[in-house]
């Protein structure tokens, strides 16, 4: 049972750079979200996604970008990194009924150097 | 947009004493309910979750919590602390859409 699995798991990056961090799921759960944890800040929605196509911006868009071609996967592009992107970065699905609660993958620790 | 605010961001409590992580949320419509727990290095796993019915949720590990709509409050607890309770753990609220968490509380459990 994978469920939600992400990649790469550590990954420093130069200012300016960019990347995308990959997040897939074999659960076919139409939602899927996209949350950076920081100290003391808990998780902050990024993107979040109701189903292939469709994708919505949550509390701290500003520099990330998303797409979602098919229900499995949900890519988080950072095209120019900055400083203030070095966080673990958690992507999450869930079956999209009000009451379902989201799956979590293990987390990409980013650095922007 | 909902929001989800947890009092203490660090609890201490003995082994075998009483865990209250406490949760107070803001949301236009009815709410759906959550604590997730994180262990070092890892994902974050459900405890548990109220949707709708009672408003006393039983969860993993023996934990609960309890809905109050007037408080505006989901707390959580744990009758007696057990060593490997110690973690971080969010409260979340979901409007059925997306999902926002607190910011989490560090539960350390001392001997």
């Known amino acids: 049972n994978a469920g939600v699995t992400q990649t790469p798991k550590f990954r420093i990056l130069k200012i300016g750079q960019s990347m995308t961090l990959q997040c897939t799921q074999d659960?076919?759960?139409?939602?899927m979200y996209w949350y950076r944890q920081d100290p003391g800040m808990g998780l902050k929605l990024i993107y979040y996604?109701?189903?292939?196509?469709?994708?919505d911006k949550g509390e701290v868009p500003n520099g990330y970008n998303v797409s979602r071609s098919t229900t499995e996967d949900f890519p988080l592009r950072l095209e120019l990194a900055a400083p203030s992107q070095t966080s673990v970065y958690f992507c999450?699905?869930?079956?999209?009924?009000?009451?379902?609660?989201?799956?979590f993958g293990q987390g990409t620790r980013l650095t922007v150097v | 947009a909902q929001s989800v605010t947890q009092l203490g961001s660090h609890v201490s409590v003995s082994e075998g004493a009483l865990v209250l992580l406490r949760c107070n949320y803001s949301?236009?419509?009815?709410?759906?309910l959550f604590w997730y727990v994180q262990y070092p290095n890892q994902g974050l796993q459900l405890l548990l979750k109220?949707?709708?019915?009672?408003?006393l949720v039983k969860g993993i590990n023996g934990f609960e919590a309890e809905f109050k709509k007037s408080e505006t409050s989901f707390h959580l607890t744990k009758p007696s602390a057990h060593m490997s309770d110690a973690a971080e753990y969010f409260c979340?609220?979901?409007?059925?859409?997306?999902?926002?968490f607190g910011a989490g509380t560090r539960l350390t459990v001392k001997p």
């Open positions: 996604s109701v189903g292939a196509g469709i994708t």
């Open positions: 109220y949707t709708t019915g009672a408003t």
């Open positions: 979340a609220v979901s409007d059925g859409n997306d999902m926002r």
């Open positions: 659960m076919n759960h139409n939602y």
């Open positions: 949301s236009s419509v009815p709410p759906y």
């Open positions: 999450a699905s869930g079956a999209g009924t009000v009451n379902t609660e989201a799956f």
